[in-house]
């Protein structure tokens, strides 16, 4: 088997060359949208075959990978974040992976294997673990039992226990190539894959995801307001733009934020390629530390955006700040 994406070739060849005696702990890190998600179950999936290709790849054929195919192989754990319903009955994704998940990985380790191979427990996000929980499974990455291997997928492993990180065999992921990356958009149907890739910060994955989806049309009418700050008002616009996604809007403020600054510090528009006219002008036109502390508290809510108070308020408000920009 190939890799998973092109671009994780050689981290793919590097992996299966240490199949016959795998780290038992290894922490794949990167940056989000490059595909360590799916290395880190193709990687599984390789561990857990019992007819592996020549190369260690899985060969897609056997019991066990049909099994992990089908996601009942016994001697795999996935430990994720799980969703949850509230009292209301509203179900979200929960904020962290919580202690009895990670006790549940730690108990499944210390029983004897249903086949005669590897276990595998793969962790993602594994920043997404709490204390607790990280605690917990430390104890058996300091020794981890026979056969066992561990797979943590981070994209910010600085967020890692620095103890879990020590444990690690670290294995970085980088941003591919652009030219590679935008074949490879080419290649799933994507027209514009250099705009969205400067959209997404050069993350294939994400730039994939913004084609697919309805967020193209949502940033449009975004941006096409915050280019016209003198025509904005923030009441009927606050009202608006609640309905958009929360992560979209905080995705599309931050680097339009991001490109203000990048025209008044350095003179460019980073990420919002299609909308350089209005940005060129307006970043000029803002005022610096109005900006910068606009910009930092962007980044702050980005930590907070799973419980808004009260959307329209927190837009409005947000609305009110961004005009006075450019007074
Ligand atoms: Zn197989």
Redesign the pocket.
């Known amino acids: 088997m190939s890799a998973p994406y092109p671009w994780l070739g050689t981290t793919w060849q590097r992996l299966l060359a240490t199949r016959a005696r795998p780290a038992q702990a290894l922490l794949l890190a990167g940056p989000r949208g490059v595909g360590k998600g799916a290395l880190a179950l193709a990687w599984a999936r390789a561990l857990l ?4 290709l020549p190369d260690g790849a ?5 019991p ?2 049909h099994w992990f195919d089908t996601g009942g192989h016994p001697d795999y754990r996935l430990v994720t974040l799980q969703e949850k319903t509230s009292k209301e009955g509203e179900t979200r994704m929960a904020t962290a992976i919580e202690v009895d998940q990670a006790r549940e990985a730690v108990d499944f380790v210390q029983l004897s294997t249903y086949r005669a191979g590897f276990r595998v427990v793969l962790v993602d996000p594994a920043d997404s673990l709490n204390l607790a929980a990280a605690n917990a499974l430390l104890k058996v990455l300091e020794e981890p039992p026979l056969n066992t291997v561990f797979v943590l997928v981070s994209d910010q492993p600085r967020r890692l226990l620095p103890t879990i990180r020590s444990r690690c065999t670290r294995l970085d992921i980088g941003l591919p190539p652009l030219d590679e990356a935008a074949q490879w958009l080419a290649e799933q149907g994507v027209a514009d894959g250099m705009n969205l890739l400067a959209l997404s910060g050069g993350t294939p994955l994400d730039a994939q995801r913004w084609a697919d989806s309805d967020e193209l049309d949502e940033r449009r009418g975004v941006l096409e307001g915050l280019a016209r700050p003198e025509q904005l008002d923030p009441v009927s616009l606050g009202e608006r733009w609640k309905a958009v996604n929360a992560q979209t809007w905080h995705n599309v403020a931050y680097k339009w934020l991001g490109d203000l600054l990048a025209v008044k510090l350095q003179g460019n528009v980073r990420f919002n390629r299609d909308f350089a006219e209005p940005l060129t002008r307006l970043g000029k036109q803002a005022d610096l530390s109005k900006l910068l502390q606009l910009a930092r508290q962007q980044a702050n809510e980005g930590r907070t955006l799973a419980h808004p108070l009260n959307r329209t308020l927190q837009l409005q408000a947000w609305l009110i700040q961004y005009r006075h920009l450019f007074d």
């Open positions: 075959c019992e007819a592996p899985a060969c897609g054929q056997c066990a990978c």
